[in-house]
């Protein structure tokens, strides 16, 4: 149970990080004096960037596998009986 606890921990530490990395970011590339609206898409960028990181992690690791909002079609085995009468017949036309 520790172990799952400190994988919560680490990607809400990193999740974290990357709201304030991203805000401190755009607090400095956006020219001041900053307004009301500044910061609202500021923080607006940087809630935008936590939650894509949030998806992305628990993609790769939690819900992991190629097949996580589809379903691959299964192949059917090929039966050997059919594929020697498909050659049979396909020679001696």
């Known amino acids: 149970m520790e172990l799952r606890?400190?994988?919560v921990l680490t990607l809400a530490a990193g999740v974290f990080f990357v709201f304030v990395a991203?805000?401190?970011?755009?607090t400095q590339v956006i020219p001041?004096?900053?307004?009301?609206?500044?910061?609202?898409v500021i923080?607006?960028?940087?809630?935008?960037?936590?939650l894509l990181t949030l998806f992305v992690l628990l993609m790769k690791t939690w819900a992991?596998?190629?097949?996580?909002f589809y379903k691959l079609p299964k192949k059917e085995p090929?039966?050997?009986e059919t594929d020697q009468e498909t050659?049979?017949?396909s020679t001696s036309a």
Request: aromatic share 8%.
């Open 5 to 7: 606890n400190n994988r």
């Open 22 to 26: 991203v805000a401190l970011a755009f």
């Open 32 to 40: 001041g004096p900053h307004t009301a609206v500044d910061y609202l």
């Open 43 to 50: 923080g607006t960028a940087a809630t935008f960037a936590a």
């Open 64 to 68: 992991g596998g190629p097949e996580v």
């Open 78 to 80: 090929k039966d050997k």
């Open 87 to 89: 050659i049979r017949s």
